[in-house]
């Protein structure tokens, strides 16, 4: 797969999709999706879920190969008002990944991912589910997202027990303001060998360098001003206009001066330098974001440029992870 797989999200027919999110129309997601397969990109992400994005992504893909094209999409959200028209019932999985074949006009999704845990569906009905639709020819590899630790664990240990279709990656929040998954979601995909490909890499828009300190409200028209009018806290302007932040910032526009690379280059070329990372899933709804966001390939952040930016991120864990020691025979490290 490319280095960096591209989000179709914000892709679609109307202004704003199903979440009141502004996208890019047609016209313009399809030019974003030409220069991003000139530039040698073939990984692209979506979902069911994403308004009229698989539709939009299906047309283009009539005009490709679309065997050189690696297409992703999830199932688990809601598709409609029924009771068995969202989850990870065998029902609901197979209807969905019939209709999402169907919007994208091709025969078979090359990743389905889990977009997040079903409490309410027994883990092996989705899993035998989804070893069913490999077998089938329909789903070519399966992958996971918005799991933590113990959900992750206990998937990859019953598809290995059962003979089924392995995990191959894990769909995370992952970038300079948010390192949580490297408490033990990172090192449970490299243990056991699965791929990351990180959402929202830029904190959507955060690490961009648009917001300055000073502000007292983020910009209309951006993802972080419909963020904060919806509640979405991981993007949203009261969740992270803090001091954290802000020292992220401070330190990225060091480095952009030392580099001549932009806060977006700076930030997803950290992202992708991180061990296990596959490929971060870029968002851009103009051309100008998506060429800033391709300048992240083919040049690498320095060691010491790489442990300042670590520096700045880290946010002390919470119990249990701020118990664990490389060597639990060694006593505690003093404070």
């Not at 995990?167 to 243990?191: A, G």
């Not at 950290?270 to 103009?286: F, N, S």
């Not at 300048?295 to 010491?304: C, K, M, V, Y």
Request: proline share 4%.
């Amino acid at each position: 797969m490319s280095e960096l797989c591209l989000g179709a999200m914000t892709f679609g027919t109307k202004d704003k999709n199903n979440w009141g999110l502004p996208t890019a129309l047609e016209e313009e997601s399809v030019k974003i999706m030409n220069y991003f397969v000139e530039k040698g990109g073939n990984f692209i992400d979506t979902a069911n879920v994403y308004g009229d994005s698989e539709e939009v992504l299906g047309r283009w893909m009539q005009t490709k190969s679309r065997k050189d094209l690696v297409i992703a999409t999830k199932v688990r959200g809601q598709m409609g008002s029924g009771v068995n028209d969202l989850g990870l019932s065998r029902k609901h999985i197979m209807w969905s990944v019939e209709n999402s074949l169907k919007r994208m006009q091709t025969d078979y999704i090359d990743l389905l991912q889990v977009h997040m845990w079903d409490a309410d569906t027994p883990i092996s009905e989705t899993y035998s589910t989804l070893n069913d639709l490999v077998r089938s020819g329909k789903v070519r590899y399966v992958g996971v997202s918005n799991y933590c630790g113990y959900q992750l664990q206990e998937t990859i240990d019953l598809t290995k027990q059962m003979g089924w279709e392995p995990v191959v990656c894990l769909q995370p929040q992952y970038h300079l303001l948010c390192r949580s998954v490297e408490w033990d979601l990172v090192k449970i995909c490299n243990k056991q060998g699965l791929g990351i490909i990180p959402w929202s890499p830029l904190a959507g828009g955060w690490l961009s360098g648009k917001y300055k300190k000073d502000a007292v409200q983020p910009t209309e028209g951006t993802r972080v001003a419909w963020a904060e009018k919806v509640g979405w806290r991981p993007t949203g302007w009261s969740s992270n206009n803090n001091d954290l932040t802000w020292k992220v910032l401070d330190t990225i526009e060091t480095i952009s001066k030392e580099t001549g690379k932009s806060f977006a280059q700076i930030s997803l070329r950290w992202l992708m330098q991180k061990p296990g990372v596959t490929a971060p899933i870029i968002g851009a709804k103009t051309m100008t974001q998506l060429e800033d966001n391709m300048g992240s390939i083919g040049w690498n952040l320095t060691a010491d440029q790489m442990k300042l930016l670590d520096e700045a991120s880290y946010l002390e864990p919470p119990y249990p992870w701020n118990q664990q020691w490389n060597n639990s025979r060694k006593p505690a490290p003093k404070k």
